[in-house]
């Protein structure tokens, strides 16, 4: 008899560790379920929010063509009609997430803009003074550099005679 429940008692110890053990499987699995759960919502709500990129891409060759005909219009009756669709569609391009990017008075940065060409002036050298085609960024993400010109700083010599 007391060799059964000997036998009994190490038989219920095998069955708890094992028990413990697919226990503690269980719960790595869980949270590597919970870590994928979590990606896949990151990966989609990324997916979602630059789903529209190439449609706003093309649509700025709109925006550039609005802004370049307005200086024609200054005329035309129709000027204030054509102002109020361009201001229309910005309003809603905006809703979903471009945003021109600032760069008159600033700091060249090669991430959000393009340099066309350089100027000597007295501007602080990289400092940008002309925006050739406005830059836009879609949420965090440019997807479309500004061309712009810099300054180059004129150096004291360079101002002197060359004779």
Same mark, same amino acid.
């Given at each position: 008899?007391?060799?059964?429940? &000997? +036998?009994?008692?190490?038989?219920?110890?095998?069955?708890?560790?094992?028990?413990?053990?697919?226990? #503690? +499987?269980?719960?790595?699995? +869980?949270a590597?379920?919970?870590?994928?759960?979590k990606?896949?919502?990151?990966?989609?709500?990324?997916?979602?929010?630059?789903?529209?990129?190439?449609?706003?891409?093309?649509?700025?060759?709109?925006l550039?063509? $609005? +802004?370049?005909a307005?200086?024609?219009?200054?005329q035309?009756? #129709?000027?204030?009609?054509?102002?109020?669709?361009?201001?229309?569609?910005m309003?809603?391009?905006? &809703?979903?997430g471009?945003?021109?990017?600032?760069?008159?008075?600033?700091?060249?940065?090669?991430n959000?803009?393009?340099?066309?060409?350089?100027?000597?002036?007295?501007? &602080?050298?990289?400092?940008?003074? &002309?925006? $050739?085609?406005t830059?836009y960024?879609?949420?965090?993400k440019?997807?479309?550099?500004?061309?712009?010109?810099?300054?180059?700083?004129?150096?004291?010599?360079?101002?002197e #005679? #060359?004779?």
């Open positions: 008899m007391s060799e059964d429940l &000997e +036998q009994l008692k190490k038989d219920l110890e095998s069955q708890v560790k094992i028990a413990e053990d697919r226990l #503690n +499987q269980l719960k790595y699995l +869980q590597d379920f919970d870590n994928y759960r990606w896949s919502e990151k990966d989609k709500s990324s997916i979602i929010a630059l789903a529209n990129e190439n449609l706003i891409k093309d649509l700025l060759v709109i550039d063509d $609005f +802004q370049q307005l200086p024609s219009l200054e035309e009756q #129709n000027k204030e009609g054509i102002l109020m669709v361009r201001k229309k569609m309003k809603i391009l905006t &809703e979903y471009l945003s021109p990017i600032e760069c008159i008075g600033k700091k060249f940065d090669p959000f803009h393009e340099v066309i060409c350089r100027e000597k002036c007295s501007e &602080e050298s990289n400092t940008i003074i &002309e925006d $050739f085609s830059g960024q879609l949420k965090s440019v997807i479309r550099p500004s061309k712009v010109k810099i300054a180059e700083q004129i150096t004291e010599n360079e101002g #005679n #060359n004779g």
